[in-house]
């Protein structure tokens, strides 16, 4: 007698007899069953508009599930990042040249008015990460990972180790963490030297000054972070958490390819424009951040299942640094559950002050002819004074008891400000919008 | 112990009023209903909900035995095998059953059939050693074939001679509907509403049985599969945290002839019962429905009861001996 002797036939009856019975037959979610892999993959695609960064990541998350309740979890990711993203440079009423990053790949031409993007921002990274966790006995438990990644010119490796303790019949849950990263960069050009002058292209000259404003072609950034968090189930429908994290970076924490234009001060015809030297070539300095960075963030975190089974999800992170960054973020999420399917509108908003060293632009005077009177200075929008709206949606639905599918789609809206410049300066842009979209595919399993 | 009145127009088999029985840690409620003791366990509610809970399962039980039932005179399904050819209009509920039914005779590949009932008229499994004559079997089996039936919701025609059964569905779809109403009652009492983590009940019709999940400490429900040896005696006790659990077998209703025992399981395609299958079988799956087919998929595999249920890495349970 021949049945369908395949998977596929307890599958097609469970599902014939979900209709039997109605929506609430029993799609129970078989999570964490020993000796079975639970396997959550997803594929993001990240675009910016104007033809900007373009990202897709592909995401696999394996967690084998063994006795008394310990997990492994080994979770790879690949980013393929391609197109352009802004230098730091400050548009300009003339054509500008800039040297690729390599010093070798030539020169790129940014239009009069045009914001100054670099196209050569291409590259690959591999994340590799593996996590354990096991209880110690009924009150205790803990946790610990490496992880590993490595793109063209950049490697970081790091450590960490958790600790968590029950209390109130695991109504409460204190955990501590400690996490060390290691990370070596190696870009291509080498390191820049510090606020010094970008090499001028097609100049006879130019081996020499690029040779002269680069300093090693390695350095290093040591990460230490540590977490402080309670969770607590305050009532049957709701369960909240507060963490507390300082995070201390120290080594080189500055963008090797980015750049300040220098912007003349002086008064009279060029007032606002770009700074030339004596052959008329515009001046632009490498970009230089401090070497240690102390960040301190405090977060809330709020789930609550309504009486209909949807659920609110609502969280607030205040972040603080000695960069002179604060930051704040607002992110609430809304569960609608529809039986085996769920849809999940999405909101985020996120602000953040500039930091201390960042200025849109380097002015003449703070240039000193060559002999800059700052120490650091980035024009990195990503330091500067942002607001962020995300706006998402996202469904889910689950196939049986182990595969559920889903799509999120969001969009991303950031606008910038700052100093509007002088002179002729202030007839340009600054700080152009950036919005992006986001889809994901995910399947779990 | 207490017994509970229900009202007899929602009792049309007169069975006995269900009786509720409240111990300190969980209450049962009992009665009869589809040949089979019935139990409704609950940990975690109060006396009233446990007491509402109970008549509303004996009346759930009871509304699905009456309508489904082949012995009653004026129920739908009386109507249709009675129709001698014409067409019947069916409600919603008997349409999914049907539609059910279907698929599960396709994924079957025919071996599962709501039309063989009529073979009981030739096969009567009392223990005893008198099997059929051949010629008998041959011409009932005439009347046997959901092909012949003309399902097209909501109409379904079945030919003169031709029946249909739910027997082979209906005690696990009765576990589950159970259930689901007693959760939706439980949920929609407006002072004590209750998360699903707060209390548990087991719903059990004569060994069928389905529970919404763990007791309110944490501990599951005990459950004792019965031997096909000696009744009344488990031979495997299992803990259960949520699902259900359905049996299939032969435990109570087999002919014995020359030493060979014939289980009840019959073979529509030839009329006699499934060859070398187990004494029973009992299978874990979210719904009591479910679990209930696989587990009758597994009988009409004969031999392979084991093979097939380990391909479809089903929880289970299988007694050859």
Redesign the interface.
């Known amino acids: ?7 596929q ?2 599958k ?3 599902a ?2 979900c ?4 929506s ?5 979610e078989a999570q964490g069953e020993v000796g079975t892999w639970d396997v959550d993959t997803a594929v993001l695609y990240y675009a910016e508009s104007d033809d900007r960064v373009q990202a897709a990541e592909p995401v696999i998350s394996a967690t084998r599930n063994y006795e008394n309740d310990q997990k492994l979890n080994i979770k790879l990711v690949v980013d393929t990042l391609t197109g352009a993203s802004p230098t730091g440079a400050t548009p300009s009423d003339t054509v500008q040249t800039f040297t690729r990053p390599s010093g070798r790949g030539g020169s790129y031409e940014i239009k009069s008015g045009e914001q100054p993007l670099d196209d050569t921002f291409i590259d690959t990274r591999v994340a590799l990460s593996t996590q354990w966790s096991s209880p110690i006995n009924r009150d205790w438990a803990y946790s610990t990972g490496i992880y590993g990644s490595a793109e063209y010119d950049y490697i970081s490796t790091g450590i960490n180790g958790n600790i968590l303790r029950y209390l109130n019949n695991k109504n409460t849950t204190l955990n501590a963490g400690m996490a060390i990263s290691h990370d070596i960069i190696t870009p291509e050009g080498d390191i820049p030297v510090p606020l010094s002058r970008m090499a001028i292209p097609n100049t006879p000259d130019f081996d020499q000054d690029f040779a002269d404003s680069r300093d090693g072609s390695e350095e290093t950034k040591d990460i230490i972070d540590l977490m402080f968090g309670v969770t607590q189930v305050i009532n ?2 709701m369960i909240m958490q507060f963490n507390y994290s300082i995070s201390l970076s120290d080594g080189y924490l500055t963008d090797p390819f980015k750049i300040l234009s220098v912007i003349d001060d002086q008064a009279g015809a060029n007032y606002g424009g770009n700074l030339t030297d004596a052959d008329g070539n515009n001046i632009y300095l490498y970009e230089n951040r401090p070497d240690s960075r102390m960040k301190h963030a405090f977060y809330w975190q709020t789930k609550y ?1 309504l ?1 209909n089974g949807d659920i609110i999800d609502g969280s607030y992170r205040l972040m603080v640094d000695d960069w002179g960054i604060t930051s704040h973020t607002f992110d609430m999420t809304y569960r609608w559950q529809l039986g085996n399917d769920y849809l999940e509108p999405h909101v985020r908003y996120y602000m953040q002050s500039e930091a201390d060293f960042y200025q849109r632009y380097i002015t003449s005077t703070e240039y000193n002819n060559g002999a800059p009177t700052l120490t650091e200075a980035s024009a990195d929008y990503r330091l500067g004074d942002l607001d962020t709206w995300t706006l998402g949606l996202k469904y889910g639905h689950r196939l049986d ?1 182990d595969q559920e599918l889903s799509v999120r789609l969001e969009y991303y809206q950031q606008t910038s400000n700052g100093d509007s410049g002088i002179g002729k300066l202030t007839d340009q842009e600054l700080y152009p919008d950036t919005s992006a979209i986001i889809v994901q595919l995910g399947y779990s399993f | 112990m207490q017994r509970l009145n229900i009202p007899t127009p929602l009792n049309p088999h007169n069975h006995p009023n269900p009786t509720l029985q409240i111990n300190p840690d969980y209450s049962i409620g009992r009665f009869e209903a589809m040949a089979s003791p019935c139990e409704i366990l609950m940990a975690g509610l109060s006396e009233n909900e446990a007491k509402a809970l109970t008549v509303t399962a004996a009346q759930e039980a009871w509304r699905i035995e009456h309508k489904f039932s082949r012995y009653v005179a004026d129920n739908i399904v009386s109507k249709i095998n009675s129709s001698t050819g014409d067409a019947v209009e069916v409600d919603e509920e008997t349409a999914r059953l049907l539609d059910y039914a279907k698929q599960c005779y396709e994924l079957s590949d025919g071996y599962f059939d709501i039309t063989s009932g009529v073979l009981r008229k030739v096969w009567r499994f009392d223990g005893s050693d008198k099997l059929p004559e051949k010629s008998d079997v041959a011409n009932t089996l005439e009347q046997v074939g959901w092909h012949r039936i003309n399902w097209s919701s909501p109409f379904i025609t079945v030919p003169e001679g031709m029946e249909i059964d739910f027997g082979g569905i209906g005690k696990e779809y009765a576990v589950d509907q159970t259930l689901q109403k007693l959760q939706q009652l439980v949920q929609q009492k407006p002072s004590e509403k209750q998360a699903p983590s707060e209390y548990s009940i087991l719903v059990n019709f004569g060994g069928d049985l389905a529970c919404s999940g763990p007791r309110p400490d944490g501990r599951p429900w005990q459950v004792g599969i019965e031997s096909n040896h000696a009744l009344n005696q488990a031979v495997a006790s299992l803990s259960i945290y949520q699902g259900a659990l359905a049996t299939s077998g032969d435990s109570r209703r087999y002919l014995q002839h020359n030493g060979v025992r014939y289980g009840h399981v019959l073979d529509p395609k030839t009329g006699w019962p499934v060859l070398k299958s187990p004494h029973s079988v009992t299978v874990a799956a979210p719904s009591c429905t479910l679990a209930g087919m696989l587990a009758t998929f597994a009988l009409l595999k004969g031999e392979q009861a084991e093979d097939f249920l380990k391909d479809q890495q089903a929880k289970y349970w299988v007694q050859w001996g």
């Not at chain 1, 007698?1 to 998977?7: E, S, V, Y």
């Not at chain 1, 209709?19 to 109605?22: A, F, I, V």
């Open positions: 007698m021949q049945l369908k002797t395949n998977k036939l307890s097609t009856l469970a014939a007899t209709t039997l019975l109605g609430q037959a029993g799609l129970v049957r429908r299942q009486l008891n």
